[in-house]
């Protein structure tokens, strides 16, 4: 089976994701899907400053995702 590059993108991960995300979770998502070229470069503390939750909320979102970490 070959994955459309919306599946498998961050943009379509968070998309999918949101729904079921908690109040802090969704502000992350949203920050993230409305800023994404300037989140691609920002630290997990300066995205958790923008979306108004802590560095750890960001670091555990990531984590939530499928990733390693943040």
């Known amino acids: 089976m070959i994955m459309e590059p919306e599946q498998t993108s961050l943009i379509g ?3 999918r994701a ?3 995300l908690s ?3 969704k502000a992350i998502a949203n ?3 409305s800023h994404y070229e300037r ?3 920002m630290t997990a503390a300066r995205i958790g400053e ?3 939750v802590s560095e750890s909320t960001v ?3 990531a984590m939530e995702l499928g990733f390693d970490g943040y």
């Open 18 to 20: 949101l729904p079921g």
């Open 13 to 15: 991960k968070l998309t």
């Open 23 to 25: 109040r802090g979770q």
């Open 31 to 33: 920050y993230i899907l």
């Open 59 to 61: 670091v555990r979102f």
């Open 50 to 52: 923008e979306a108004a």
């Open 39 to 41: 989140a691609a470069y």
